[in-house]
């Protein structure tokens, strides 16, 4: 093909383009909704499952679940004996560390509040290779039978309730009956799972 021919061709199109000008802005709007749903679409699949994780390995990074046949969702949490169970047992996997989310009456902060927390075990920012911003994570004896109750904020929470205050380290908080311990500060990172 030519030069001469492709804007003999252009010059067709547009012509064509001019003459029924109904189709011209349908082909315009369906290329444009096209368009945007297609840069909406992989925007989300980049930033789900293409970029990884602000954690250290986060590459090498896994749930494990289980299952019951008779619940009605199929899926059931662990225990902490099964969790200490596959810690000690477990051959691949270089570290085996709790989450889950409750939610907590919180005192001390103003008003009385309803926070969803994540517990998780005392190794777990070690393993994610998260360092707080402030004070420390949690130590081995933090999640013994019996241990001061302390409490790690997230980043965002640490901005809204306490004003980014770097006293926090070492205030106390009454959740569900019970004075916590403030003893650290996370990073910006999302919350993991969530």
Known sequence: MTMETLVQDLRFGLRMLLKSPGFTLSAILALALGI??????????????????????SEQLVTLRQHATDDADGS????????????????????????????????????????????VSADFFDVMGV?????????????????????????GYWQRAFGGEKSVI???????????????????????PN
């Open 170 to 192: 070492g205030r106390t908080v009454e959740m569900n009956d019970r004075v916590h311990t403030i003893v650290g500060v996370l990073p910006p990172v999302p919350q993991y």
């Open 131 to 155: 360092r707080p911003v402030l004070g420390r994570t949690f130590v081995a004896g933090d999640d013994t039978q019996g241990a001061e109750a302390v409490l790690v904020l997230s980043y």
């Open 76 to 119: 059931v949490g662990f225990s902490v004996p099964d969790v200490m169970d596959y810690r000690e047992q477990s051959r691949s996997l270089s570290g085996v560390v709790e989450y889950h989310t409750m939610w907590f009456n919180l005192i001390g902060t103003g008003e009385p509040q309803r926070v969803q927390t994540g517990v």
């Open 36 to 57: 945007g749903a297609n840069t909406a679409i992989f925007s989300m699949v980049n930033g789900v499952l293409l970029r990884s994780l602000p954690y250290q390995k």
